[in-house]
Protein backbone atom coordinates (compact mmCIF):
# COMPACT_ATOMS: atom_id res chain seq x y z
CA UNK A 1 0.00 0.00 0.00
CA UNK A 2 1.38 3.27 -0.71
CA UNK A 3 2.41 5.56 1.99
CA UNK A 4 3.96 8.87 2.43
CA UNK A 5 7.99 9.01 3.34
CA UNK A 6 9.97 11.30 5.20
CA UNK A 7 13.91 11.99 6.09
CA UNK A 8 15.47 12.37 8.34
CA UNK A 9 13.17 10.82 11.39
CA UNK A 10 15.49 12.89 13.43
CA UNK A 11 16.85 15.77 13.15
CA UNK A 12 19.05 17.43 15.80
CA UNK A 13 20.52 21.63 14.61
CA UNK A 14 22.13 24.72 16.51
CA UNK A 15 19.65 27.49 16.69
CA UNK A 16 19.68 29.62 13.78
CA UNK A 17 21.02 27.08 11.62
CA UNK A 18 19.07 26.17 8.19
CA UNK A 19 16.82 22.52 8.00
CA UNK A 20 15.34 21.27 5.29
CA UNK A 21 12.72 18.08 5.87
CA UNK A 22 11.67 16.06 3.06
CA UNK A 23 8.79 14.26 2.18
CA UNK A 24 7.62 12.16 -0.85
CA UNK A 25 3.98 12.08 -1.17
CA UNK A 26 1.60 9.20 -2.39
CA UNK A 27 2.78 9.26 -5.71
CA UNK A 28 -1.09 9.95 -7.40
CA UNK A 29 -1.88 12.93 -4.50
CA UNK A 30 -2.27 16.15 -6.12
CA UNK A 31 -2.11 18.20 -2.72
CA UNK A 32 0.21 18.54 0.16
CA UNK A 33 0.45 19.57 3.56
CA UNK A 34 3.14 20.29 6.15
CA UNK A 35 2.06 19.98 10.07
CA UNK A 36 3.63 20.07 13.01
CA UNK A 37 3.07 19.15 16.60
CA UNK A 38 4.98 20.08 19.59
CA UNK A 39 5.25 17.86 22.62
CA UNK A 40 2.15 17.83 24.26
CA UNK A 41 0.04 19.96 22.17
CA UNK A 42 -2.53 19.13 19.16
CA UNK A 43 -1.34 18.92 15.65
CA UNK A 44 -1.31 22.11 14.10
CA UNK A 45 -1.53 23.22 10.16
CA UNK A 46 1.53 24.94 8.64
CA UNK A 47 1.10 24.98 5.14
CA UNK A 48 -0.89 23.70 2.29
CA UNK A 49 0.61 22.91 -1.74
CA UNK A 50 -1.43 22.40 -4.59
CA UNK A 51 -0.65 23.26 -8.73
CA UNK A 52 3.50 24.32 -7.59
CA UNK A 53 2.16 26.65 -5.43
CA UNK A 54 1.12 27.40 -1.83
CA UNK A 55 -2.77 27.49 -1.57
CA UNK A 56 -2.86 28.65 1.99
CA UNK A 57 -0.61 28.99 5.11
CA UNK A 58 -1.34 29.67 9.03
CA UNK A 59 -0.09 32.31 10.63
CA UNK A 60 2.82 30.03 12.37
CA UNK A 61 4.26 29.87 8.74
CA UNK A 62 6.01 32.96 8.44
CA UNK A 63 8.91 34.14 6.52
CA UNK A 64 10.97 31.87 8.60
CA UNK A 65 9.43 28.84 6.50
CA UNK A 66 9.46 27.91 2.91
CA UNK A 67 7.88 25.03 0.85
CA UNK A 68 8.83 23.81 -2.73
CA UNK A 69 8.20 20.79 -4.80
CA UNK A 70 11.27 20.63 -6.35
CA UNK A 71 10.66 17.45 -8.80
CA UNK A 72 7.78 15.52 -9.26
CA UNK A 73 8.44 13.19 -6.51
CA UNK A 74 9.11 15.53 -3.26
CA UNK A 75 7.92 17.82 -1.25
CA UNK A 76 10.29 20.09 1.36
CA UNK A 77 9.96 22.49 4.43
CA UNK A 78 12.72 24.55 5.34
CA UNK A 79 13.50 26.36 8.19
CA UNK A 80 15.84 29.22 7.26
CA UNK A 81 17.16 30.53 10.91
CA UNK A 82 15.44 27.74 13.58
CA UNK A 83 14.41 29.06 16.80
CA UNK A 84 14.16 26.61 20.13
CA UNK A 85 10.32 27.02 19.36
CA UNK A 86 10.62 24.99 16.42
CA UNK A 87 11.44 21.99 18.17
CA UNK A 88 8.33 19.76 17.17
CA UNK A 89 7.58 16.94 15.26
CA UNK A 90 7.05 17.94 11.82
CA UNK A 91 4.09 15.79 9.42
CA UNK A 92 3.87 15.96 6.03
CA UNK A 93 0.57 14.73 4.27
CA UNK A 94 -0.88 14.39 1.18
CA UNK A 95 -4.44 14.04 -0.51
CA UNK A 96 -5.43 12.47 -3.86
CA UNK A 97 -7.93 14.85 -5.38
CA UNK A 98 -10.31 17.64 -4.34
CA UNK A 99 -13.51 15.46 -3.68
CA UNK A 100 -12.13 13.83 -0.70
CA UNK A 101 -10.76 15.35 2.70
CA UNK A 102 -8.58 12.07 3.74
CA UNK A 103 -5.14 13.16 4.38
CA UNK A 104 -2.46 10.67 4.73
CA UNK A 105 0.54 11.31 6.73
CA UNK A 106 4.16 9.99 7.04
CA UNK A 107 5.65 9.40 9.75
CA UNK A 108 6.92 12.65 10.62
CA UNK A 109 10.52 13.86 11.66
CA UNK A 110 11.60 15.08 15.05
CA UNK A 111 13.23 18.51 14.97
CA UNK A 112 15.82 19.35 17.95
CA UNK A 113 16.92 22.79 18.10
CA UNK A 114 19.62 23.53 20.59
CA UNK B 1 -10.44 28.70 20.48
CA UNK B 2 -10.73 25.37 19.74
CA UNK B 3 -12.98 24.48 16.53
CA UNK B 4 -12.56 20.64 17.83
CA UNK B 5 -12.70 19.49 21.03
CA UNK B 6 -12.09 16.06 22.68
CA UNK B 7 -13.24 14.03 25.63
CA UNK B 8 -11.95 12.54 27.49
CA UNK B 9 -8.59 13.51 27.58
CA UNK B 10 -7.28 10.39 28.77
CA UNK B 11 -8.76 6.71 29.47
CA UNK B 12 -7.36 3.73 31.44
CA UNK B 13 -9.12 0.73 30.68
CA UNK B 14 -8.64 -2.89 31.03
CA UNK B 15 -8.49 -5.78 28.01
CA UNK B 16 -11.93 -6.71 26.77
CA UNK B 17 -13.74 -3.18 28.15
CA UNK B 18 -15.47 -0.84 25.60
CA UNK B 19 -14.93 2.83 25.15
CA UNK B 20 -16.42 5.57 23.75
CA UNK B 21 -14.59 8.75 22.47
CA UNK B 22 -15.94 11.85 22.54
CA UNK B 23 -15.57 14.72 19.59
CA UNK B 24 -17.76 18.18 19.30
CA UNK B 25 -17.14 20.38 16.16
CA UNK B 26 -18.08 23.46 15.19
CA UNK B 27 -19.71 23.71 12.10
CA UNK B 28 -19.98 26.82 9.16
CA UNK B 29 -20.73 24.66 6.07
CA UNK B 30 -20.26 20.95 7.18
CA UNK B 31 -17.62 18.82 5.04
CA UNK B 32 -16.79 16.07 6.87
CA UNK B 33 -15.50 14.74 10.35
CA UNK B 34 -12.19 12.50 10.40
CA UNK B 35 -10.91 9.92 13.04
CA UNK B 36 -7.00 9.36 13.21
CA UNK B 37 -4.94 6.54 15.53
CA UNK B 38 -1.72 7.80 16.87
CA UNK B 39 0.22 5.78 17.99
CA UNK B 40 4.24 5.83 18.21
CA UNK B 41 4.15 8.79 15.36
CA UNK B 42 1.89 9.49 12.45
CA UNK B 43 -1.52 10.07 12.95
CA UNK B 44 -3.03 6.79 10.75
CA UNK B 45 -6.62 7.44 9.72
CA UNK B 46 -9.54 5.08 10.50
CA UNK B 47 -12.48 6.99 9.15
CA UNK B 48 -14.24 9.53 7.55
CA UNK B 49 -17.40 10.75 8.57
CA UNK B 50 -19.78 12.42 6.46
CA UNK B 51 -23.25 13.66 5.38
CA UNK B 52 -24.09 10.83 3.22
CA UNK B 53 -21.73 8.31 5.77
CA UNK B 54 -23.03 9.01 9.13
CA UNK B 55 -21.85 5.58 10.26
CA UNK B 56 -18.74 3.63 9.76
CA UNK B 57 -17.51 0.17 10.93
CA UNK B 58 -14.26 -1.28 11.06
CA UNK B 59 -13.70 -3.94 13.41
CA UNK B 60 -13.93 -3.35 16.56
CA UNK B 61 -13.76 0.48 15.69
CA UNK B 62 -17.26 1.73 15.17
CA UNK B 63 -17.85 5.85 14.39
CA UNK B 64 -21.06 7.99 14.29
CA UNK B 65 -21.98 11.53 13.16
CA UNK B 66 -24.79 13.56 14.69
CA UNK B 67 -24.90 16.48 12.50
CA UNK B 68 -27.67 17.99 14.58
CA UNK B 69 -25.97 18.12 17.70
CA UNK B 70 -22.79 18.39 16.41
CA UNK B 71 -20.77 15.34 17.88
CA UNK B 72 -18.85 12.00 16.90
CA UNK B 73 -18.16 9.44 18.85
CA UNK B 74 -15.68 6.26 18.47
CA UNK B 75 -16.38 2.84 19.89
CA UNK B 76 -13.99 0.30 20.49
CA UNK B 77 -15.34 -2.97 21.67
CA UNK B 78 -13.47 -5.42 23.28
CA UNK B 79 -10.37 -3.17 23.72
CA UNK B 80 -6.46 -4.56 23.32
CA UNK B 81 -3.14 -3.56 24.65
CA UNK B 82 -2.83 -2.74 20.92
CA UNK B 83 -5.57 -0.26 21.04
CA UNK B 84 -3.15 1.92 23.37
CA UNK B 85 -3.08 5.56 21.34
CA UNK B 86 -3.76 8.76 21.16
CA UNK B 87 -7.17 8.72 18.94
CA UNK B 88 -7.13 12.73 17.40
CA UNK B 89 -10.22 13.81 15.56
CA UNK B 90 -10.31 16.80 12.84
CA UNK B 91 -12.46 18.89 10.57
CA UNK B 92 -11.78 20.11 7.44
CA UNK B 93 -11.90 23.58 6.49
CA UNK B 94 -14.95 24.27 5.29
CA UNK B 95 -17.33 23.44 2.45
CA UNK B 96 -16.21 26.71 0.64
CA UNK B 97 -12.34 25.94 0.75
CA UNK B 98 -11.20 22.80 -1.61
CA UNK B 99 -7.86 23.36 0.44
CA UNK B 100 -8.81 20.93 2.91
CA UNK B 101 -6.68 21.77 6.12
CA UNK B 102 -7.32 19.88 8.88
CA UNK B 103 -8.18 20.92 12.44
CA UNK B 104 -7.29 18.55 15.01
CA UNK B 105 -8.69 18.49 18.83
CA UNK B 106 -6.26 18.00 21.21
CA UNK B 107 -6.86 13.91 21.12
CA UNK B 108 -8.14 11.32 24.06
CA UNK B 109 -4.82 9.35 25.24
CA UNK B 110 -6.21 5.67 25.87
CA UNK B 111 -4.03 2.91 27.75
CA UNK B 112 -5.58 -0.64 27.56
CA UNK B 113 -3.87 -2.72 30.61
CA UNK B 114 -3.89 -5.94 30.09
Known amino acids: EPEVTQTPSHQVTQMGQEVILRCVPISNHLYFYWYRQILGQKVEFLVS????????KSEIFDDQFSVERPDGSNFTLKIRSTKLEDSAMYFC????????????FGPGTRLTVL | EDKVVQSPLSLVVHEGDTVTLNCSYEVTNFRSLLWYKQEKKAPTFLFMLTSSGIEKKSGRLSSILDKKELFSILNITATQTGDSAIYLCAEPADRGSTLGRLYFGRGTQLTVWP
Open chain 1, 93 to 104: ASRRAAGTDTQY
Open chain 1, 49 to 56: FYNNEISE
